[in-house]
């Protein structure tokens, strides 16, 4: 199975997204593989863990879409290791939080990408309180396919936006999130064949495989995605669908990333 494009992207799936079960005080975390120090050290090698942003497949498309951060407040949902927070400093943002459901990679986040404006918090998406008017901005890089109800959390993200503020995500495609085993179909040589998709309008629960670990992901119409945004308060500013660099392409299965589209990037406006 080759996914150079995805791989940490599958991987971080595979750390963080079983379903949570127990709790460290008032916290939830995850019963699951990121607390296995070998799938940690897997997790490490990935050029996106080692390299950071510029090593990341959307990168490319994903920075252009970023407002002017100057002085701005800038909220980050499953920041990870806190690349995404870095920047925003690095733009001039005055006062970011970076929310992660794993302690282990807010533990990551800290060590990595500390800032004086940076703060990380361990917190789900769906128990931070989103308080009313705080944000000009919100990211969200491939943590909301982990999210059952995205339309819940469009609507509170949508209430902490200050008027006219930006939001920012990168989500697992629809037809990505709907692929049978999210795999490929595979010729009895071993080669991508077709990427099969299924129960395309089931949505919820998908439980996929990788690296010897389960994990669950939730499978959102492109329907839910969008109409979720634009009923409740959004205007939509930028939609667009991951393609890997040109110069990534001399890496062994890259091409086989323009045959279906594996991560949508949507930009939109809080109306208000
Ligand atoms: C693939 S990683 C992406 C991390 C970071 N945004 C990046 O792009 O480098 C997905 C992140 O989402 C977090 N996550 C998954 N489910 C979450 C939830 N319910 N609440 C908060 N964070 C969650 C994971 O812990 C993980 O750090």
């Known amino acids: ?29 995850m019963n699951n593989e990121y607390d296995n120090e070998k799938f940690f050290e897997e997790y490490a090698k990935m050029s996106r863990s080692k390299e950071g942003l510029k090593a990341a497949g959307e990168w490319h498309q994903l920075k252009p879409l970023f407002p002017s951060l100057e002085g701005k407040s800038v909220l980050d949902l499953g920041c990870g290791y806190g690349w995404h927070c870095k920047f925003a400093e690095e733009q001039g943002a005055t006062k970011i939080l970076g929310i992660d459901l794993s302690k282990k990679m807010i533990e990551e986040a800290q060590k990595r990408n500390s800032g004086n404006q940076i703060e990380y918090r361990i917190s789900g998406l769906e128990e931070y309180d989103y308080p009313e008017n705080e944000w000009d901005c919100v990211i969200s890089n491939l943590a909301l396919h982990y999210i059952e109800d995205i339309v819940e959390i469009f609507q509170k993200v949508y209430r902490t936006l200050k008027p006219g503020g930006i939001f920012l995500f990168n989500i697992e495609h629809p037809v990505f999130t709907a692929g049978v085993g999210q795999d490929w179909i595979y010729t009895d040589d071993g080669k991508p064949q077709y990427w099969a ?3 395309y309008f089931i949505t919820g629960e998908r439980n996929t495989h990788f690296l010897g670990c389960d994990v669950v992901k939730q499978h959102h119409t492109l329907t839910q995605i969008i109409m979720g945004l634009l009923n409740n308060g959004f205007e939509l500013k930028v939609v667009e669908e991951a393609e890997p660099p040109k110069e ?25």
């Open 1 to 29: 199975m080759q996914f150079p494009f995805i791989e940490q992207m599958k991987l971080g799936s595979r750390l963080e997204a079983a379903v949570p079960k127990d709790k460290i005080g008032d916290v939830k975390v």
């Open 197 to 199: 998709i299924d129960n």
């Open 248 to 272: 990534m392409m001399d890496i062994p299965g890259m091409e086989d990333e323009l045959r279906r589209p594996m991560m949508l990037l949507v930009k939109a406006i809080a109306k208000k």
